[in-house]
């Protein structure tokens, strides 16, 4: 059979190479299959039991190569496993059935969190039960108990000072800056994101550099409105004070020297609900009349435990291969605010509110009308959303 080499090249090279009639005959008909349905090489080799087999062998050929671009991928897949098999219900995130495989990409690596609220303890908390060593800086005194009782080593101390340097050892494996400004305008971000980044900076550079450092911005720092889909290509010129600050800080780490952090990725939120976390469904059990903010323009809305996914996906992922990116992080279906908040108020009984059409509490502007693309992220790092859609979401938390 013929393979077109510009399109399978590297399969067409190990048929050249294979030993046996028996392996070409396979190769070949793993390439056959590859062009009936358009999929890429690595992955479809990677599933048959002959490139396992070949691959424990640890033979330099087609197989091995295979294994080494798609395994850390596949063994990734325990997240949607275990979330669809119920392991994670109510207000616990525990991934307690792991693969053999998974573990050990954490276990025994340091992990320095920067920011252990919200998302940053949940990281905090799973890092600890794959393993890891894992130190987290807060200033939280509530916080730093309810994380030290978890094994996580706390810190307490402002981000912005160089105070904490000599408390935290470094050369850190994986840090996580996952601050948030606490409230306040843009005198408040800067402190938090842009003095907080520099602060990390100067911390990694001067103690040896760190690993792979992930920092979580936002999609708001995007402009665009009326209906425009959002992909990482996006311009970021033109929003406002508040967004073009988390632009300076994603940039301060973008010029990051590679000795102090030799690799780095940028995680853009969109709103982010979860357990605890669900102020729309708070609004209607409280019986309120009207909810601020359009209801024909759309939410990008994020579940805590998908963003807990896609760090430690990040974290996992091959340094060869994978590096110095960007991704948006959103679920599969941005919907209307009305179509949310109807379907909410459904599921309670209760009638929909009206909107205001006026941001919520005169904080900011009412947010833009667009749909976030999170296509880059699945190609790249494999991840995929166990909670796709509001609907899919909401209901874990209504049954929790």
Known sequence: MFLHKSTHARVTAEIEHARTAGEKNQIVGLGARLTERSVGVHRDVAASGHVWARAERGNGDLATRATKQIDWRDRFNFFKTLWQNGENRGHGFKLTKMPALAPGIFRGKR??????????????????????????????????????????????????????????????????????????????????????????????ESSGGVGTLLYTSSTSVYPQSGGARVDETAATEGGSETAQVLVEAENLLRGASPVSVRRWFIL?????????????????????????????????????????????????????????????????????????????????????????????????????????????????????????????????????
């Not at 794959?130 to 981000?159: H, S």
């Not at 941001?359 to 900011?364: E, K, L, T």
């Open 111 to 204: 992990l320095v969190v920067f920011g252990a609220g919200y998302v940053g303890g949940a990281v905090a908390r799973e890092a600890v039960r794959f393993g890891a060593q894992v130190t987290a800086l807060t200033r939280n005194a509530d916080k730093a108990a309810v994380l030290a009782a978890d094994g996580v080593e706390v810190v307490k101390a402002e981000l912005a000072s160089n105070a904490w340097y000599a408390r935290i050892q470094g050369s850190a494996d994986f840090v996580f800056n996952c601050v948030s400004s606490g409230g306040g305008g843009a005198e408040a971000y800067r402190r938090s994101y842009v003095e907080g980044m520099q602060s990390i900076l100067a911390w990694a």
């Open 268 to 400: 853009r939120l969109a709103g982010i609900y979860g357990p605890a976390r669900h102020y729309l469904l708070d609004q209607l059990r409280a019986g309120e009349a009207e909810i601020g903010g359009r209801g024909d323009h759309r939410l990008n809305l994020i579940h805590r435990d998908d963003i807990v996914a896609a760090v430690l996906t990040a974290f996992a992922s091959p340094a060869e291969e994978i590096s110095n990116e960007v991704f948006n992080l959103a679920d599969d279906a941005a919907a209307t605010k009305s179509e949310v908040v109807g379907w909410l108020a459904a599921q309670l009984g209760r009638p929909a509110p009206c909107f205001t059409g006026v941001s919520v509490g005169g904080r900011r502007a009412v947010t833009p009308d667009r749909v976030i693309a999170n296509d880059k992220i699945k190609a790249v790092l494999g991840w995929c959303p166990r909670y796709p859609d509001f609907r899919v979401g909401y209901r874990a938390l209504l049954e929790a």
